[in-house]
């Protein structure tokens, strides 16, 4: 398991564009480890956002590295459809 060039979501998919972005990154798709993170932070962080509910951590984590010189320019985030959940998933820490 190691890290790879990050991609971004276009209108033609993932890709690598290192005008936007080139550190690297290691995705990791684990609901326990999502679990037990939540576990761990749902007291620290408020129950409810912009009128939407506190549920859990997006089971995505991701791990990135930056090195001298690497960056990911301005952007704004779309989101993740949790469809097995029925609810929306707004990935909004970076930790």
Not at 18 to 32: G, K, P, V
Not at 43 to 65: D, F, K, Q, W
């Amino acid at each position: 398991m190691g890290t790879e060039a990050a991609t971004i979501n276009s209108v033609r998919g993932a890709e690598v564009d290192s005008q936007i972005r080139n550190n690297r990154r290691l995705i990791i798709d684990d609901n326990e480890w999502a679990g037990i993170l939540f576990d761990r932070v749902k007291e620290s962080v408020p129950p409810e956002i912009h009128e939407m509910s506190l549920a859990g951590v997006n089971e995505r984590l991701r791990c990135y590295e930056y090195e001298v010189g690497h960056r990911f320019a301005p952007h704004s985030d779309g989101f993740l459809s949790a469809v097995k959940l029925n609810e929306a998933v707004i990935p909004t820490w970076s930790i």
